[in-house]
């Protein structure tokens, strides 16, 4: 059974840094691409933020380009989002998702604010 768990959200100044992290059971983590999306509001679209193949290739959605980093740890099943000079704009839910058998599977979502 698939399971993405995210943490590392919260409250941030805009300048400011946080790190999301999305520990992933029930699948081989190091055979599948991982992605992060974030939803604004509820009932808005969840966009794609950045992804990272199996092999490290890296996609960054133009308004993050520059600001963010995502990685993996396969010995950790992780994948994080290192997100520096945060924006109000970045102001979302941001979940894990990995695209697996022709399913999407998602994390429950951490709340990032950015807000003075």
């Known amino acids: 059974q698939v399971h993405l768990v995210e943490s590392g959200g919260g409250l941030v100044q805009p300048g400011g840094s946080l790190r999301l992290s999305c520990a992933a059971s029930g699948f081989t983590f190091s055979s599948y691409s991982m992605r992060w999306y974030r939803q604004v509001a509820p009932g808005k679209e969840r966009q794609l933020v950045a992804s990272i193949s199996a092999v490290g290739t890296t996609y960054y959605a133009d308004s993050v380009r520059g600001r963010f980093t995502i990685s993996r740890d396969n010995a950790k099943n992780t994948v994080h989002l290192q997100m520096n000079s945060l924006k109000p704009k970045d102001t979302a839910v941001y979940y894990c998702?990995?695209?697996?058998?022709?399913?999407?599977?998602w994390g429950q979502g951490t709340q990032v604010t950015v807000s003075s």
């Open positions: 998702n990995v695209p697996r058998s022709g399913i999407d599977y």
